[in-house]
């Protein structure tokens, strides 16, 4: 038995910068026995001869729990981001279910991605902790036929018995559909399947994906990161296929269809995976459906030029009612069209640079009563003192939620303006 020794990764570029739970955790490596044909790992080492589907490399427990102990409580770790965790020689060898309990006692969260229906079994069930355990379980086709030609997993029978049933006893489950091959998917059966949350992500076609799967490739036609995608438009045909979910979220590459996503359909728009944190405490305040509407982002340096609020108060007439205006509302001139705003009872998002308020201020509460206003936040953890990355972060956030974007005052050179550069925005005040 080969040793996997690097089995903790924190996935960094594009991916790590979008993906919340970026660390990964992975129990056994260098070969999956599920062996999936579109498989990305597999691709990436099975030409350089590390693959062993057969025999996967294990990871060594007395090491993974030296890890665990440098972890924060409350932390997320993804279990099998690179092979799957679940696939048959957990049986043998227990890494994985000596390190979900590890995690337990750490008091870490995991987001488990698996094609396995083990996982269900009562061995696991009895130790996943329901307010850690997030599971993600991978369908790619609602035929077990069709899936066995590509895949040596569980057939998609049985995995989504093991949704529905981790579902029915109260875990944060989601089916998860990726990639999403729209060829492969019988939508009535899908739709029928008794799951809270779909997690899609669409196929990225390269050359080793024109290989594995026999398909129309002429509709990818948006290249983008090395690979060609569906084009947005098709996409969102495609999505609106897919209505049997309560709460539907898409994993995106791209990033004009990432933004789309986020701000028109991702249930929770700050995070696309959707964990559900068994925490007291909302993730937001007032009218989320403001979410849907069209949405003005508006920002401004902290150095304030007279003369601009009047262009602000100018700019807010000319706006249709159904508009919102979205902003984090700290620097003076944000704070001045927040109460312009309050006044002239518009609709608003209020994007903090914390994380969500205990309770709803009082001076926000009438807005949020008659539906007006909504409160969100970027951040998950537990976040009380604005710093300026938090504020760099919640104003990146607002840049990639909206439909268009105006600018108050502009420090040449500051912060604000170097984040600006290739954006397309409308200055209402002046550059300084
Ligand atoms: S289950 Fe995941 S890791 Fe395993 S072969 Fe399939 S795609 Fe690769």
Known sequence: MKEFKAFYKVVEGKEGERCHYSTRLDTYG????????????????AFRGLWNPEEPSVADIKKIEKKI?????GSVVRLGGMTDCFQPCEEQHNVTYNTIKLLNERGVH?????????????KYMKILDKNLAHIQITVTSTDDKIAAQYENATPPTKRIKAIEKLGAEGFDVAIRISPFIPEFINFETLNKIKCKKAIVE???VNAFIKRTFNLDYSLYTHKEGGYYHLPLETKKKLLKKITGFEQISVCEDCSEAYNYWKSHVNYNPSDCCNLSFNSSK?????????????????LSSQKYCPGTS??????????????????????????ELLDFLLQEKRKIIFVLSTDVYEKCPQKFKEAVKNGSMLIISPF????????????KTRNKFIIEMVDKLFIGDLTSNGMLDTMLKDKTYCLIGEKT
Request: net charge positive; hydrophobic share 35%.
């Open 30 to 45: 260098c070969g999956c026995f599920h062996n999936c044909k579109y498989c990305y790992a597999k691709s990436l080492l």
């Open 69 to 73: 102990k440098t972890l924060k409580k």
């Open 110 to 122: 995991y987001l488990i991605v698996t094609k396995s229906d083990l996982i269900a079994t009562d």
């Open 202 to 204: 669409f196929l990225r």
């Open 282 to 298: 909302s993730k937001y305040i007032g009218n989320l459906k403001l979410l849907k509407n069209t949405k003005y982002g508006f």
């Open 310 to 335: 009047l262009n602000i108060k100018n700019w807010l007439k000319t706006l249709d009612p159904d508009v919102c205006v979205v902003s984090g509302f700290q620097s003076k001139l944000e704070k």
């Open 380 to 391: 998950d953890t537990q976040l009380r003192i604005k710093t300026r990355n938090a504020a």
